[in-house]
C-alpha cells in the first residue's frame, strides 16, 4: 500500500474515534506553517481533542470540523517560555500564544497543583508548567530575599540529599544559582559541581543562573547542562565561551527582556501596540513599565548580544527566555520583545522562532510538543504576516489554541475586563495635594500627615530581616518644622537589607492612592555622611523605584522627580520610604519639610 494511502486511512481513523466523541475537530486551511524548524507555505492542519491529526491534511475537510482560513497567515507551535517565575498572572501568557512555561523557581505548592491541572486535562485557560520548583542556592544568596523561607545547601556533601529532596517535591529539572553581586551570597564552584552530579545521577537536566563570564565558564566547565541567563557587560571572549558551550553541548537562555531592565532600556514599547495594550489592565501592565536600572546603559547589552551572536554561529542552542515576573516583563508578552532582541542580537526570524518553540522542547525533554507534527500537542498560534521573514508578525495574533481550544472567548473576556477596569478608573480623581504640598507634619506626639495612614518605621523584617529602626522627633528648625530622626540598624543576612521610615497615602497600608497631581518630592535631609534610598512603591509592581541621596552634616534640600523613579506609576502610590541599607551599620539622618510637588 502506497504511504499516501496509509496516512488518508490513518487519518480516517483517528477521525473515527473523534466524531464517536462527538467532538468536531478543526481544519487551519491553506495556510503558511512554521513546524518548529522550517516554513512550510501552503498546508491545512487539521486537529482535534488536543492532537494534531494530520500536519499536511489534504482532500475535502471531515463533516463538522470548524474551518480556519488561512490565506496570508502562519500557524506556529504554541510558545514555550524557556525562563519565567509563574506565580502571579496565570491568565496573561495563553492569550499572547505563550502555551507553555519553564519556570525557574516558584512556589512548591503551586507547582504541583498546576502538574495536577494538566494531568487531569483541565489546565485550557493556562500554559503549562514545567518547574524547577525551589531552587538551589547558600544562605543569603539569590532566591532568599523574598520573604519565603526555603531550604537552602553549604557544602558538597549535602547535594545528593538536596536534590533528592526537590525531585521528590516535584521539580522537573534542577535550577541552581550562582550569583556573588548584588549583596548575595554565593554558592562554591565545590558545591555547584556536586549539586550538578548529583542531579545527573537521577537523571534530571542541571541548570545554572550566573551573573559574570567567569561563572559561566565555571559551570560549563563543571558539567551544567545549560546557562539560564547571560550576564550584561560592555565585552566579552564571545568566541571562547561559545566554543566551551558546544564542546559540553550546553544550551543558553539569554534573557534579554530582563537584561534590558537591568540596563535601564527599553528596545521597543510592547504597549504601543493598541491589541496587546487592551489585554493588559492597570495593574498587570505595570511591572512592564518598571525597570531593574535607574539609568539608561544600552552598552551593557554588547556583551550579551556579542555571546549570542557567537553561540548561534557555534550551533549552541540558544532558547527564548523572559525572566518573566521580574521588573521589566510580563508574563506571554515579553515573548515577543524576547524574539525581536533575539533576532537584534544575530538570529535570523526562523532561527528566533525555533528558540521559542522546538529547541526548548528538546532541550528540557518536553515530549510532544513545540512541534507541528501528527500525534503532537495541539498548542498553536495563528499570525498575520509571515514571522519566518518578520519577526513583528508574531504580534499580529489571530488565534491561539491550548490543547486543542480555542482561547478567543478568553482572549474577548479580557478585553472586556480590562476595559471595564479602564473605565472605572476614569471616574477615580487624582487626590487633591495640600496647599504648600507638605506631608510631613511630625510633633513628639505624633507623625502626623494631612492625607493617609502617614508615617511609620520599616524594616526588613517581613522578608526575614534582622535590621531594627527608632524614629523621634527633634527640636523645631528655624522655620517650624520638626524635623524626624531616624537611627537605624542595618543587620546582615540579606540582599536587599534595609530600615528607615516610610508614608502610607492610603487608608491602609499599601493601599494605591492617585498622586497623579504630584510631579516629585522634595525634602530636607542631614545627617551622618552616608547615602541613603528614597524608595516608591506602587500598585502591581514588585520592586520599588529607588533614588540615593547623601545625608551631609548641614541641612541641604533634595528633589527626586517621579519621572526619575523607574516603572512607578504617580496614579497609584503605595508607599514612600526613606531608608538605610543594604550595606550592614549604624545609620543615622534627620528628614524635614517633606512635600509632593505639583511643578
Request: glycine fraction near 10%; charge should be positive.
Amino acid at each position: 500500500m502506497k504511504p499516501t494511502a496509509l496516512k488518508v486511512l490513518s487519518t480516517a481513523a483517528i477521525l473515527m474515534l473523534a466524531a464517536c466523541a462527538n467532538a468536531a475537530p478543526t481544519l487551519v486551511k491553506d495556510v503558511r506553517v512554521f513546524d518548529g524548524e522550517r516554513v512550510h507555505e501552503r498546508r491545512s492542519v487539521l486537529f482535534d481533542k488536543g492532537v494534531i491529526l494530520d500536519a499536511d491534511f489534504r482532500g475535502p475537510a471531515p463533516r463538522d470540523a470548524r474551518i480556519v482560513e488561512g490565506a496570508g497567515r502562519t500557524l506556529l507551535p504554541g510558545l514555550i517560555d524557556a525562563h519565567t517565575h509563574a506565580f502571579r498572572f496565570y491568565e496573561l501568557p495563553v492569550l499572547f500564544g505563550v502555551t507553555t512555561q519553564v519556570d525557574m523557581f516558584t512556589e512548591v505548592n503551586m507547582m504541583k497543583q498546576a502538574r495536577q491541572d494538566m494531568a487531569a486535562g483541565g489546565n485550557h485557560a493556562r500554559a503549562d508548567l514545567f518547574s524547577a520548583g525551589t531552587l538551589v542556592t547558600a544562605p543569603g544568596g539569590h532566591g532568599t530575599q523574598f520573604g519565603i523561607a526555603i531550604p537552602t545547601i553549604t557544602k558538597p556533601e549535602d547535594a545528593q540529599a538536596f536534590v533528592d529532596a526537590r525531585i521528590a517535591e516535584g521539580s522537573d529539572f534542577i535550577k541552581i544559582v550562582m550569583e556573588g553581586g548584588h549583596g548575595y551570597k554565593p554558592l562554591d564552584l565545590a558545591t555547584v559541581r556536586a549539586v550538578i552530579a548529583a542531579a545527573h545521577r537521577r537523571g534530571k537536566l542541571a541548570v545554572v543562573h550566573i551573573g559574570n563570564e567567569r561563572d559561566a565558564r565555571a559551570v560549563l566547565e563543571a558539567g551544567a547542562d545549560g546557562l539560564v541567563h547571560l550576564f550584561t557587560g560592555s565585552s566579552a571572549d564571545a568566541q571562547g565561551l561559545a566554543r566551551l558551550a558546544r564542546a559540553r553541548g550546553a544550551f543558553v537562555i539569554p534573557t534579554f527582556a530582563v537584561l534590558e531592565s537591568m540596563a535601564a532600556y527599553r528596545g521597543d514599547d510592547l504597549l504601543a501596540n493598541p491589541a496587546f495594550a487592551a489585554l493588559l489592565d492597570k495593574d498587570a501592565q505595570a511591572p512592564l513599565k518598571a525597570r531593574y536600572g535607574n539609568e539608561t546603559r544600552p552598552d551593557l547589552l554588547a556583551a550579551p548580544k556579542a555571546v549570542t551572536a557567537a553561540l548561534v554561529k557555534a550551533g549552541v542552542p540558544v532558547l527564548a527566555g523572559t525572566d518573566a515576573g521580574n521588573p521589566g516583563t510580563q508574563y506571554g508578552i515579553s515573548m515577543h520583545r524576547e524574539l525581536a532582541a533575539l533576532v537584534e542580537a544575530g538570529l535570523s526570524p526562523a532561527q528566533a522562532l525555533a528558540a521559542a518553540t522546538s529547541a526548548p522542547a528538546k532541550a528540557f525533554r518536553l515530549g510532544q510538543r513545540g512541534r507541528i507534527g501528527k500525534g503532537y500537542k495541539a498548542d498553536l498560534l495563528l499570525v498575520e504576516g509571515n514571522p519566518a521573514a518578520d519577526i513583528l508578525a508574531t504580534r499580529r495574533i489571530v488565534e491561539v489554541w491550548k490543547d486543542g481550544e480555542s482561547a478567543r472567548a478568553l482572549a474577548d473576556g479580557q478585553r472586556r475586563q480590562v476595559a471595564r477596569a479602564a473605565q472605572e478608573a476614569q471616574g477615580t480623581q487624582p487626590l487633591q495635594l495640600p496647599p504648600d504640598g507638605r506631608i510631613s507634619l511630625f510633633s513628639e506626639k505624633r507623625l502626623a500627615s494631612p492625607f493617609g495612614m502617614g508615617w511609620g518605621p520599616s524594616t526588613d523584617s517581613f522578608a526575614g530581616g534582622k535590621s531594627t529602626v527608632k524614629l523621634a522627633a527633634q527640636p523645631a528648625l528655624p522655620d517650624g518644622q520638626v524635623p524626624l530622626a531616624i537611627d537605624a540598624t542595618v543587620a546582615p543576612g540579606l540582599p536587599f537589607a534595609w530600615a528607615g521610615v516610610a508614608f502610607m497615602p492610603g487608608a491602609q497600608p499599601m493601599q494605591p492612592v492617585n498622586l497623579a497631581q504630584a510631579k516629585g518630592v522634595r525634602f530636607k535631609v542631614r545627617g551622618d555622611g552616608k547615602t541613603y534610598q528614597m524608595i516608591a512603591m506602587a500598585q502591581g509592581v514588585q520592586m520599588p523605584g529607588a533614588k540615593r541621596f547623601t545625608a551631609g552634616p548641614e541641612w541641604t534640600e533634595v528633589t527626586i522627580p517621579f519621572s526619575e523613579l523607574k516603572g512607578i506609576d504617580p496614579a497609584a502610590v503605595t508607599m514612600l520610604g526613606f531608608n538605610a541599607g543594604p550595606q550592614p551599620g549604624d545609620y543615622r539622618f534627620e528628614i524635614a519639610d517633606v512635600r509632593l510637588l505639583d511643578r
